[in-house]
């Protein structure tokens, strides 16, 4: 069986497909933490993050003045926890082992 498109036929069948091939967005550099908790951190909850990661590696927090450090606003203080996921997925990776990560909260 073969089917003849005409150009009038394919144009239309482009304009219907085109929107479920576009190009995936871009991944941002800055991340809200509740944005990434599932993919970065296991799902963990906030209070887990900061104290068995933001509290246990101070190195990772910005406030903290360390070169590469990837999170800012750890404890609230009227901002938003944010993520630099460029840093974070390569420090994530690097240190996951050392991570306790069937730690419960106290």
């Given at each position: ?13 482009a304009k219907q ?47 903290n003045g360390q ?40």
């Open positions: 069986m073969e089917i003849t498109l005409t150009e009038q036929d394919l144009l239309s069948l497909v085109a929107p479920l091939i576009s190009p995936a967005k871009p991944e941002p550099d800055w991340v809200k933490l509740k944005d990434v908790r599932d993919d970065l951190f296991a799902g963990k909850s906030p209070a887990w993050i900061r104290l068995y990661v933001f509290d246990a590696f101070p190195e990772v927090q910005i406030e070169s590469k450090a990837w999170v800012k606003g750890v404890h609230g203080q009227g901002s938003v926890t944010k993520i630099y996921l460029p840093y974070a997925r390569k420090w994530m990776h690097e240190h996951h082992s050392e991570i306790d990560w069937t730690a419960k909260l106290p």
